[in-house]
Structure formats: structure tokens, C-alpha cells
């Protein structure tokens, strides 16, 4: 029950309606108020009512009955006539929020007034009338439920722009109509599909108006037309200028033509490229008009057609390259004086002043004409690069040939084009792994050919540039450091005999005092740069030039520059004595004078506590340096400077910082005092090892570990234990990489303080031991940890004990209450555990070996028991301390016979284990096996292939070939005798042989693989090339080199007549892809085609198979696609460059209606080729959208089983993330189909639920789909 007004009580849902009346009533009111002082003679009244309206209105709950709908836009039109200006401006603006809270005939209304005010002879009332239509364009809705408002409004002002863009005599007129239809093209181009044709019709005739405007602003608005038209539309106006163009008209409207030519072809994107055979020769012949603007806009139509259509643009390439370097140096009003000389420059630069004084040239349009053509060449360099090296023969030298440009602005684009040159070489280099070629240390070897060539121009840009960074133009000594720094990262330490030219413009950059800010910071960045990449020695003779203005730069008053400076300032220290084993130290460099000129100004930004967070940290790490590398030149300042890093240790902001530089510190070979502080600074450690921050834990762990290798024996016991009991609660699975730091730390503590807490972190470690999780460095940690404790001699650690936990959970029964299933990870790792202590007590191997052969011996022992006993025997055997044991070879063999497969797994693993320890004793005992005993074949093999694999990871380190070779043709003849064994198991394991074996020795066995060929068998030639496969890795290799010359021969089996062979070779080529892509990125051209074949759906491969009553359909080529396309995916990312991204795109296109597996990487490469390729895919997209929407929209059929909701559903989620990859390409909602499909999934439930998941969004929650898609 309510109360209401004086006494009147209502109940229910009666009372609410009520309430909403009360309210609307309220503020019907309010607003009769608001308006009646809006008719007030005072416009200060009329201005702070329209104000209060316009925050009312701005208010989500207000509520507006029609009457006062229909008074407040009567109102606000009337006060758009307003006499005072500022009243009109704000009743504009109240116009935005109105135009959401009134209903379809206020706001058609509003338009009609608008529209007809705008007409207007008074030139007040039009403005403001064009600022209304514009804000209430800008306000109509993009999605439902406010579309038809949209569509009826859109469909009023077109009719009326329509018509008063037709009042030629009205030149004002015009030229806002045509503003206002940009505006609403722009962004309501998909709600005007049906007056196309007519607007269309409108704008052209206006290209040929004799007001310059009125035809810049139609092309502004054609531009936004052609986004969303249809293909016939787009052709009938490229036709149309093509057809106005062919007569040759004058120079004034040819520019016109040729601009829009150029804007729609940025706007309409490849859709131009079917007219580009006939567009090319037209554009080519208006170059050669005198006239420089015309000439601009023919190379901005270049460069469009360019960036747009850069397939189709193929042909002309050649054509186009040669205008732009012929333009490129279109300067007919000065003369370029080539041989003037470096000491005679300043006297020219004062004499140009003078001269640029006397002679104005603001006539002189061919500037423009130089900027677009090197613009045009910048566009060519971005989407070729394929074509890198062609570009450093000729586009590369005329480039550098216009550093010496004139004008400022064009100079700057010359610096970006050939920054872009530069960007596009490093991309080019990163995405291709560089061959190894041991045996060449000299020059070029490996490295790509347009890095080879770069360093050979290295020389004349620097001597392009040098000059210039001593010029008075910011702009251009801007682009110069962005060039060299840019440069030096592309080819780092190609500057080195270039650092004297160089070091004088740097300092003028940094001392100059009408330098801004920016160009100190770039220069202080520029030399970091070059300081990291070059050795110490290119700059320690110009030590005493260079630290001057650099500490200079520490005291500035700006955080940013002493922050840069700080970073310097650390390189420059490490110049003055590098402490790199590697380097020497440039003839004795005695770094003494500088010591105190560098110490002081650091010392008091360290001490400093009112600054920048940053430059706290950089101080910080830049005084570490100076210890870490002059701490024996700072005498009594160190003590000092070591309380102070204390202090930053202790505060939580720089703590981070500061036990970073303390570990780096401890590091140093200088061996530098820190006795003063070292108790405190284990105390300050401890804490931190019970914080949350993990950064913070592994830096404590690291600096913890670093105290203990250099000051160990400087630490007491009781100081060091303090922090070790923080330690147990660390070592857990959960974060294995704190706990391998930490028991790396642990393991050199004293054998005394090692002894009292291994009880403690004993339990933790053997629950990583027998985590599943533990493999790699962790492992390694661990192994350390176990050998160091043993070597402790601890009473309650010894060998014995160690070893009964290690393996106590092997021989529980598995029906014991606590006992859970110990996991097949856990058996290696306990095995390696076994060995290490073994190693390190050899005096208790043989009682441990002996124990070990009677739990595999003894019937009564568990199975796992027996199986970790034999993996033990393994790891141990692999260090060689089993010998020729008959007793072993004999409990092997008998294991082989068991019934248990993991028993006879481990009996494998172990044998091939030892055969590694004893090649002589084991290996010829090995092999013998493997002949004699056909059923135990699979089992051996799997031992060989251990054998092997050691072997190949140990050639890195010890020469081992030696080892091998009395036996490497018995292995090789065995292995030949099985490639065309009937089982695919044993076969795989033969080719992971042969391929690991060639590694090896890779000059004497890969080119004998070949010859397997020649067996004639399919199953052969499947084995040899599945063993190619395992010849490339992912690190370099001596064999790379040799296998880049022979891998197109063994690319020939794409070609074989049988499917299982060309499958593995797909297997094949999509390993070397992703490992080592420049071993077949020189072959993609004649791969690609047998590729592409493979894609293919082939009929004579699908067969019907009757199960029962039912008829089932087996496709045999499915294996064969999926490989396929898996190549595809994995060239995305290793082998862009080499793509016809197009082409491409028609086999992505088929794979969308492919089987289920197939349409799933599918739908993976489109996402990513959304991301990559952007352009390429908009092309594309009309013919993409359906594949999409069919499988989003595709229900399974009533009655089938779960797993096929699954996959359905599944399949749906993977189209939608493609779908959602789609929607972020910037200009994708141009497309209608596109358009449409988003708005389908916007008012589908279903489907809108599954774009928000797939976005991270919850359904129903967060931004609604029609927020979140926002496309028209």
C-alpha cells in the first residue's frame, strides 16, 4: 500500500502507475518552466533555461510525454533564430540528447526545419542549421530497436541534400549539403543503400563545377559512397572518370578526376583492381603534363592502387618505380651542388639563408611532387617484400641520394621511406632461423642477402647523415637519429668504424641549447642503443668527449632526460672496463680520471628521494654498475654507497631494483667488500622470501644464491640459518621455476647449515620428486641438491636414507588405503635421483646395483618396484659404472619376456640407457638382438633410438663420432633391412633412427638416404622421408647447411602416387616450415602447387562402407587434406613473405565447408590472416561471410548423440572467434554481407550469446551485442 497526495492510499501495481504518472507529471512541469524563460526578452534568461534543459535532457531517466516532446523541439527550432549566438551554439547542442528521447515524428520534424533553414538566404541561420543536421546525424542509432528512425530520417534529408545540391547559383549552399552527405555517408552509409544510385547521379555532375570546393568536397563525399555500394555502382563511377578522363580534359578538371580516382580507390579498397590494366596508362600520361599538382594526386593514385591492390599492381611495378625515382628528384628552382665539401658547409648553410631570404618560393609547388612519389615508393617498400633485395639496387641508392633534400617536410619522408626499408629487412631476417655454418667464421656466411647489401650502403649513409645532425632543423635531425637508431638495430655493430663521424652530432644534439627536449631524449636513446651493440673499445678514445654532456643531461630538470641519461650512463661505465671475459680492454684504457666525474652526479640522483619513480630505479642499477665495474676506484665512497642500496633495499618501492643490483654486485670479479652490510642484507632477504610478490622471491633467491657461491665463507652459520628456515614453505609444485631457484641456492649452504634444515626441506622436495610436473632445470636443481646433502654427511641423511624415501612409494601394495597411483614422470625422475647419489658414492654402487637386479629378479616385488628398478639400472648404467655385466644383459632379457608392458618398456628404456654408459660392451649386444629376435624388435629398437638420441645431444659437447663409428654400418644396415617393415610403428621407430643417426655424422650419411629410394617400395619411401624429418631441429645444426642443398629432393615424394608417402612428406615439409623455414622458403614456389592439390576434395578417394543395416562414408584423401592444411597454418607464421596471400585464401575459402577437423584450423588461419593480412581478406570477404554464417547458423539434427552437440557446438564457437577476428579488421563493416551478418548475430539470442563468450564477456553481461558490434 502507498500513501499518495493528502491521504489517498492505492495498493499494487495500480500505485506504481500512479507514481510513473506523479513523475512524468513532475517533470512535464519542470520542463513547461524551462521553456516559458526560454521565451523570456532576456537572454540570459533564454540561456540558462536552454542550459538546464539541455542537462535535463542529459539524464538517462527522464521521461518526455508527447505534448512535451512536441514543445521542446518546437522550442529549441525557434531558438536556433535566436539573435544571440551563444544561445543558438546551446540550443545545438541540447539536439544531441533530444534526438534519443523523442519519437520518430519529432525527429522528422526536426530534420524538415533544419533542412529548409538551411536553404536559407541568411547565412547565420544556414550555419547553425548545418551544425544541427550534423549533430543529429551523429546521434541517430546504428542498431534496433532505433534502425527505422534511422532508415526515415536518412530517407528525408538525402531527398532534400539531393535537391539543394542541384542550386548551382547557390555556391553556399552547395558546399553544406555536400558537407552534411560526407558526414552521413560516413557514417550511415549501409542505411542509404537505396538512394545510391540517385546520390550517384547528384555528385558527379558536381566534379565538373567551376568552384574548386564544391568538386573537393563531392570527391570527399564519392569517397564515402564507395565503402558500401554495390560492385555494379562502383564500376559505373570508375567508368565513368576512366571515360572523362580518355578526353582529354583540361589540366583543372583532370586533377579532379585524378584525385577521386585516388580517394576511392583508399575508400573502395581492391575493387578497383579490375580496372587497373586500363586506369595504369591513363594516370602514367598525366605525369608527363606540366603541372605539379596534378602530378601529386597522379602519385597519391599510385600509391592507393598500391596499398590496396598490390596483387594486381604486379605488372606495373616496374613502371610506376621508375616515375617515382624520376620525380623523386623534381626540383626544376634550385641546383643541387654534389661535390661540396664537409669543412666549407657551415659557410654554404649561412650563404642558402641569405639567399632563402632574397628568393621566395612559395610559387613553387614541385615539392609536392617529390613527397608523394617518395610516399608512393614508401607504399611500394611496405607491401612488397618480396621484392627487398631488387629494392636495394634501385630504390635504396636513390634514396640516400635525398637525404640532401631541400625542404624540410619532404626530407622527413625521405628519412621514413627509408626507415620503412630498414623495418621491413629486420621483419624479413626475424622470420627466417639463419643456417648454422660451423666451419665458416668469416664475413657474410648465413646472413640473408639484403642484410649483406645494407651493410655495404652502411658507409654512404652515415656519411649522408653525419652532416645533418648538426643542422638547426629539429625535424631533421629527428629523423636522422630515428634512421641510425633504427639502422643499428637492423644491423647491430655494422657502425662501429663510423662512431668517431658520428659522436660530434650527438653531442651537439645533447649540448645545443635551442634542443628540445625530445631531440636530447631521442640522441640519449640513439647512443644507448649504440652502446649496447657495439663493443667497449669503438668508444673508449672518445671517452672524455662523450661523458660530459651526458652527465650534463643526469642534472637536467626533466625526469625523462636524466632517466635516458642514467641508462647512458650505465653503458658508458661498463666501456670504461668491460669485465666481459670475452672482451679486453682496448689497450690498457685506464678508466681513473673518469671515475669521480661520473660518481658524483650519480651518487646524488641515488640519494635523492623527491624524484621520479623511474629515475630511482635507474640510479639504482646505474651506481650497481659503477661498483660492480670501478668499485676498487671508489676508496672510501663505497661503504657509503652499499649503506644506500641497504635503504632501498628496506623500502617497498625500489626493494625490487635494489636486490637486483646487490646480486649483480656480489657477482662482480672486482670481489668487492660487503662485510658492512651482508649480515642486514641476509636478514632484509629473509623477509622477503615470505612475500606474495614472486618477482620479488626469485630476485631474494637469486641474490641469496649469489651471496652464497662468492661470500659463503664469509657468512656465519647462524646468520645464513635465520633465512634458511624461510625456505621449506617454498618448494612447491605449484611454482616449480621458485622452486628450482631456491634448492639451487640451498644446495651451496654450508654442509652444516645444509644438514640442519634438510629435515625440513626434505619432505618438500621428494613431493616435487614424485610430482608429475618436475622435468628440466628443476629436475637438474634437485639432483644438485641430493648430491650436495649426501656430501654434507649428515647423520640423518645419508645415502641409505635418501634412497628408501626415493623409492618407499614403488613398493607399496596398491591396495593399501594411502596409496595413490605414483605417476610415469615419477619413475624417471627417481631413477636419475638413484643415479646421482650413486655417482657421488661410488663406493655403495655395487651393493645398490646388486639390490637392484634382485627386486627385478624377485616374483614377490610390486610391478612398479620392478619397473623403477630397471629404469635405476638404466641411469646408472649411463655413467658406465655397470661394466659388461652378463648378469644384466641376462635380467633384461628376461624382462623382455615379462607379461607387464610397462615392465617391458622400462626394460627397453634401460638397456638403451646402458648401452650409452658401455657402447662397446652393450651396443654390438644390442644389435645382435634386433636381428635374432623378430617379436622383440619394436621393443629394441626403442633402445637403439635411446642410444642415438644421447648420442646426438652429447655431439654438441663431446666428440662422440669416434665412438660410434666401429659400429655406425652395422646400425645403418640393420636399420635399411626394416624401412619396409608391414608395421607403422616399428617403421616410425626406424626412420626416428635413421633421422637422429644422420645427425651424427650428417656430410657422410645424409646423402645417402636417397638411395632408399631405389628400394621401390611406398613403405620405404615413407621411412626415409619421415627420417628427414628428424634431421631438422629447432636450434642450428652442422647439418643444415647440407640438408638446405638436398631437401627439394626430397619435396619431390609431394609428388608420388602414393597417399601415405605424400602425407608424410607433408609432415615432412610442415616440420621444416616451423623449425627451419629457410630451408624450403627458397622452394615455396614449386611446392606450393602440389600443396594446394592436396587441399582438394577427391571424389575417388570416398568410399561407402556397410555396417549392418547402415551405410557408413570413409574419406581416405581426409588424412592426406589435414596435412595439408596444416602446412597452410603453419606457414601463416613462418613463411608470410612467401605467399600469394590471395591465392591462399581460395584454398582457406574451400577448407570452410571441409570436414570438421579441417574447418576447425580454417577457421584458426582466417583469424590469424585478419590479423596479418588484412587487406588481402577484405578482398576476400564477400565470399567468406557465408561458409561462416552457415556454420553458425547449422543445428544439429533432433536425436543425436551428445557427441555431436558437442562438435556442432564446438565448431560454432571456432566460426564465431573467426567471425569476432573479422569484426576488429578496421574497414570491415564497409562490407554489406558483412554488415548483415553482424546484425543477424546481434538479434540472434543464441548467437549473440556465443560472440560475447568468445569475446571473454559473459552472456548477457558487460556491453550488450549491440554495443559490442557496433556496425551498420
Known amino acids: 500500500m502507498f500513501l499518495f497526495g493528502s491521504g489517498l492510499w492505492v495498493s499494487g501495481s495500480s500505485g506504481c502507475r500512479v507514481l510513473r504518472r506523479a513523475k512524468m507529471s513532475n517533470v512535464s512541469y519542470h520542463i513547461s518552466n524551462l521553456l516559458e524563460k526560454m521565451t523570456s526578452t532576456d537572454k540570459d534568461f533564454r540561456f540558462m533555461a536552454t542550459n538546464d534543459l539541455m542537462l535535463e535532457l542529459q539524464k538517462d531517466s527522464i521521461k518526455l510525454d508527447e505534448d512535451s516532446e512536441r514543445k521542446v523541439v518546437s522550442m529549441l527550432l525557434k531558438l536556433l533564430e535566436d539573435k544571440n549566438g551563444e544561445v543558438q551554439n546551446l540550443a545545438v547542442k541540447c539536439l544531441a540528447p533530444l534526438v534519443v528521447k523523442v519519437k520518430e515524428p519529432q525527429v522528422e520534424m526536426m530534420v524538415d526545419m533544419l533542412c529548409s533553414n538551411m536553404m536559407s538566404d541568411k547565412e547565420q541561420l544556414r550555419d547553425i542549421s548545418s551544425m544541427g543536421l550534423k549533430t543529429v546525424i551523429g546521434e541517430l542509432p546504428l542498431s534496433s530497436p532505433g534502425v527505422s528512425i534511422t532508415a526515415g530520417v536518412c530517407k528525408k534529408i538525402t531527398s532534400q541534400l539531393i535537391g539543394a545540391m542541384g542550386k548551382q547559383e547557390d555556391v553556399s549552399v552547395q558546399l553544406e549539403a555536400l558537407d552534411i552527405l560526407s558526414d552521413m555517408l560516413r557514417r550511415l552509409s549501409g542505411a542509404l543503400v537505396s538512394f545510391h544510385s540517385s546520390l550517384l547521379s547528384s555528385l558527379l555532375p558536381q566534379l565538373t ?39 582529354g580534359p583540361s589540366t583543372s578538371m583532370s586533377r579532379t578526376y585524378v584525385q577521386c580516382l585516388a580517394t576511392i580507390s583508399r575508400q573502395g579498397g581492391h575493387r578497383v583492381g579490375e580496372h587497373l590494366e586500363k586506369l595504369i596508362p591513363m594516370v602514367v600520361k598525366f605525369t608527363s603534363v606540366e603541372d605539379d599538382e596534378l602530378r601529386e594526386y597522379c602519385f597519391q593514385a599510385f600509391e592507393a592502387f598500391i596499398r590496396r591492390c598490390p596483387k594486381e599492381m604486379s605488372p606495373h611495378i616496374t613502371t610506376v618505380t621508375q616515375l617515382c625515382l624520376k620525380f623523386m628528384t623534381f626540383d626544376p628552382n634550385y641546383n643541387y651542388d654534389d661535390d661540396e665539401e664537409e669543412d666549407s658547409m657551415d659557410l654554404e648553410d649561412r650563404l642558402d639563408e641569405e639567399s632563402d631570404d632574397e628568393y621566395s618560393d612559395d610559387d613553387d609547388m614541385s615539392w609536392k611532387v617529390r613527397r608523394s612519389s617518395i610516399k608512393c615508393l614508401e607504399a611500394l617498400i611496405h607491401t612488397r617484400r618480396d621484392m627487398l633485395l631488387s629494392f636495394y639496387s634501385s630504390i635504396s641508392p636513390a634514396l640516400l641520394a635525398r637525404f640532401k633534400e ?223 665495474h670501478l668499485g676498487d676506484h671508489l676508496g672510501a665512497e663505497l661503504q657509503g654507497v652499499l649503506t644506500v642500496f641497504l635503504d632501498r633495499m628496506k623500502n617497498e618501492i625500489t626493494r625490487l631494483t635494489a636486490v637486483q643490483t646487490v646480486a649483480m654486485v656480489t657477482a662482480s670479479p672486482l670481489k668487492i667488500d660487503l662485510s658492512s652490510i651482508l649480515p642486514e642484507v641476509l636478514s632484509v632477504l629473509g623477509s622477503f622470501l615470505r612475500k606474495n610478490q614472486r618477482t620479488l622471491k626469485l630476485s631474494s633467491l637469486a641474490c641469496l644464491s ?230 622383440r624388435q619394436y621393443l629394441l629398437l626403442h633402445s637403439l633410438k635411446e642410444v642415438i638420441r644421447t648420442l646426438v645431444v652429447l655431439t654438441a659437447a663431446v666428440p662422440v663420432l669416434g665412438l660410434l663409428s666401429p659400429h655406425m654400418e652395422s646400425i645403418w644396415a640393420l636399420l635399411f633391412q626394416n624401412c619396409q617393415c608391414q608395421e607403422e610403428g616399428t617403421r616410425n621407430l626406424v626412420a626416428e633412427c635413421l633421422g637422429k643417426l644422420t645427425l651424427v655424422n650428417p656430410a657422410q650419411l645424409l646423402p645417402r638416404l636417397p638411395g632408399f629410394f631405389l628400394a621401390g617400395s611406398p613403405l ?100 592426406v587434406r589435414k596435412a595439408a592444411f596444416e602446412c597452410m597454418y603453419t606457414l601463416l607464421d613462418s613463411c608470410l613473405d612467401g605467399l600469394d ?39 576476400r570477404l564477400e565470399r567468406l561471410v557465408e561458409p561462416l554464417r552457415a556454420t553458425c547458423t547449422t543445428k544439429v539434427k533432433a536425436g543425436s548423440v551428445k557427441q555431436e552437440f558437442e562438435k556442432q557446438e564446438e565448431l560454432r564457437r571456432s566460426a564465431m572467434r573467426a567471425v569476432a577476428a573479422l569484426l576488429a579488421v578496421p574497414e570491415v563493416e564497409r562490407s554489406p554481407s558483412m554488415a548483415d551478418f553482424a546484425n543477424q548475430i546481434r538479434t540472434n539470442a543464441d548467437m549473440a550469446s556465443i560472440y560475447q563468450s568468445v569475446q571473454g564477456g559473459e552472456p548477457g553481461g558487460g556491453l550488450g551485442p549491440a554495443e559490442s558490434m557496433d556496425l551498420s
Not at 570416398?1102 to 555396417?1107: A, K, T
Open 209 to 247: 563545377s567551376p568552384r574548386m570546393a564544391v568538386r573537393k568536397r563531392s570527391i570527399l563525399a564519392l569517397g564515402h559512397l564507395v565503402p558500401c555500394s554495390s560492385p555494379a555502382l562502383f564500376s559505373q563511377l570508375t567508368e565513368h572518370l576512366m571515360a572523362e578522363l580518355s578526353k
Open 406 to 628: 631541400r625542404e624540410e617536410n619532404v626530407r622527413a619522408d625521405v628519412f621514413a621511406a627509408f626507415s620503412t626499408l630498414l623495418r621491413q629487412t629486420r621483419v624479413g631476417t626475424s622470420h627466417h632461423g639463419l643456417i648454422s655454418a660451423p666451419s665458416d667464421h668469416h664475413g657474410n656466411q648465413g646472413e640473408e642477402p639484403t642484410v649483406v647489401m645494407l651493410k655495404k650502403q652502411v658507409p654512404v649513409i652515415v656519411k649522408a647523415l653525419h652532416r645533418q645532425l648538426k643542422e638547426k632543423s629539429v625535424k631533421s635531425r629527428l629523423g636522422c637519429l630515428c634512421l641510425l637508431t633504427e639502422l643499428t638495430h637492423t644491423v647491430p655493430g655494422a657502425l662501429e668504424e663510423h662512431i668517431p663521424a658520428l659522436i660530434p652530432g650527438i653531442i651537439f644534439s645533447l649540448t645545443d641549447k635551442s634542443s628540445s627536449s625530445t631531440i636530447r631524449i631521442d640522441a640519449l636513446s640513439f647512443l644507448h642503443v649504440l652502446l649496447l651493440s657495439h663493443p667497449p673499445q669503438a668508444f673508449q678514445p672518445h671517452m672524455q668527449v662523450l661523458l660530459p654532456p651526458v652527465v650534463a643531461c643526469m642534472e637536467d630538470s626533466f625526469y625523462k632526460i636524466t632517466s635516458e641519461a642514467l641508462l647512458v650512463t650505465q653503458q658508458l661505465v661498463r666501456v670504461m672496463r668491460p669485465l666481459e671475459p670475452t672482451t679486453t680492454t682496448g689497450g690498457g684504457f685506464d678508466p681513473k680520471p673518469f671515475v669521480k666525474q661520473v660518481f658524483s652526479p650519480t651518487l646524488k640522483r641515488l640519494k635523492a628521494t623527491d624524484i621520479d619513480q623511474e629515475v630511482k630505479e635507474r640510479a639504482i642499477s646505474c651506481m650497481g654498475h659503477m661498483v660492480c
Open 706 to 935: 649469489a651471496l652464497l657461491s662468492h661470500y659463503g665463507s664469509c657468512i656465519k652459520p647462524a646468520a645464513l640459518e635465520a633465512v634458511l628456515t624461510e625456505l621449506p614453505a617454498l618448494v612447491d609444485e605449484t611454482d616449480m621455476h621458485v622452486s628450482m631457484t631456491l634448492l639451487t641456492c640451498v644446495a651451496k649452504a654450508s654442509p652444516s647449515s645444509l644438514a640442519k634444515i634438510s629435515s625440513s626441506v626434505l619432505p618438500g622436495v621428494f613431493r616435487l620428486i614424485h610430482s608429475p610436473l618436475l622435468q628440466g632445470g628443476a629436475l637438474v636443481a634437485i639432483l644438485d641438491f641430493l648430491q650436495a646433502l649426501v656430501l654434507s654427511k649428515s647423520t640423518n641423511c645419508g645415502y641409505s636414507q635418501l634412497l628408501k624415501c626415493l623409492t618407499e612409494p614403488f613398493h607399496r601394495p596398491l591396495s593399501a588405503p594411502d596409496c595413490a597411483a605414483v605417476h610415469r614422470q615419477s619413475y624417471q625422475s627417481v631413477a636419475r635421483c638413484v643415479a646421482a647419489l650413486s655417482s657421488v658414492c661410488p663406493k655403495e654402487t655395487p651393493s645398490t646395483v646388486s639390490s637392484l637386479i634382485q627386486e627385478v629378479k624377485s616374483p614377490a616385488s610390486p610391478e612398479s618396484a620392478r619397473v623403477l628398478a630397471l629404469l635405476c639400472l638404466g641411469e646408472v648404467g649411463r655413467s658406465g659404472s655397470l661394466g659388461a655385466s652378463k648378469e644384466v644383459q641376462g635380467v633384461i632379457l628376461e624382462a623382455f619376456t615379462s607379461t607387464s608392458e610397462e615392465v617391458k618398456t622400462a626394460a627397453s628404456c634401460a638397456l638403451g640407457s646402458m648401452a650409452v654408459g658401455g657402447l662397446n660392451d652393450y651396443l654390438p649386444f644390442l644389435l645382435k638382438e634386433i636381428s635374432a629376435q623378430p617379436r
Open 1020 to 1119: 620405404a619411401r615413407s621411412t626415409v622421408v619421415t627420417a628427414v624429418k628428424f634431421t631438422i631441429v629447432d636450434h642450428p645444426a652442422p647439418v643444415d647447411a647440407l640438408l638446405k642443398d638436398c631437401i627439394g629432393d626430397f619435396l619431390i615424394t609431394l609428388q608420388d602416387e602414393d597417399i601415405n608417402v605424400r602425407r608424410v612428406a607433408l609432415v615432412m615439409f610442415n616440420s621444416a616450415a616451423h623449425n627451419k623455414p629457410v630451408l624450403i622458403h627458397g622452394l615455396l614456389g614449386r611446392v606450393l602447387p602440389h600443396l594446394y592439390r592436396e587441399t582438394q576434395i577427391r571424389k575417388d578417394l570416398i568410399r561407402e562402407v556397410e555396417m549392418g543395416p547402415f551405410k557408413h562414408t570413409v574419406d581416405d584423401g581426409l588424412d
Open 1141 to 1179: 596471400v590471395l591465392q591462399f585464401l581460395d584454398h582457406v575459402e574451400e577448407g570452410l565447408k571441409d570436414h570438421y577437423d579441417i574447418r576447425m584450423l580454417t577457421f584458426l588461419m582466417l583469424a590469424r590472416l585478419a590479423s596479418l593480412c588484412p587487406a588481402a581478406v577484405l578482398q
